[in-house]
């Protein structure tokens, strides 16, 4: 099991940044693959970004560049840098634990927290 908390969503002005933070109760070196995604109102849920156990990062084309997802082993958690920010990112923004058990994957998702993009 992995409890997953997200805060530092908030409201921001389009060019501005905001970062995301997401606490796990377990160490995050013994999760597999730590995501972001966001789902604005009316859409699919997209994933944001991704990060390996090892260390290798994947992002979707639109927020490449802008976007940067970290982790502090020390703290269990994981972050989404974002900066420049657009309105097309607001959403609530999710993170999820991918967890390999006897080559059986669970998905553990936190409550969400929702950024917001206007002027």
């Known amino acids: 099991q992995v409890q997953l908390v997200e805060s530092g969503g908030g409201s921001v002005q389009p060019g501005g940044s905001l970062r995301l933070s997401c606490a796990a109760s377990?160490?995050?070196?013994?999760?597999?693959?730590m995501k972001w995604y966001r789902q604005a109102p009316g859409k699919e849920r997209e994933l944001v970004a991704s990060?390996?156990?090892?260390?290798?990062?994947n992002y979707a084309d639109s927020v490449k560049g802008r976007f940067t997802i970290s982790r502090d082993n020390a703290k269990n958690t994981v972050y989404l840098q974002m900066n420049s920010l657009k309105p097309e990112d607001a959403a609530v923004y999710y993170c999820?634990?991918?967890?390999?058990?006897?080559?059986?994957?669970?998905?553990?998702w936190g409550q969400g927290t929702q950024v917001t993009v206007s002027s």
């Open positions: 377990r160490t995050i070196r013994s999760i597999n693959v």
């Open positions: 990060l390996t156990s090892g260390g290798s990062t």
């Open positions: 999820n634990a991918w967890v390999v058990v006897l080559t059986k994957g669970h998905d553990y």
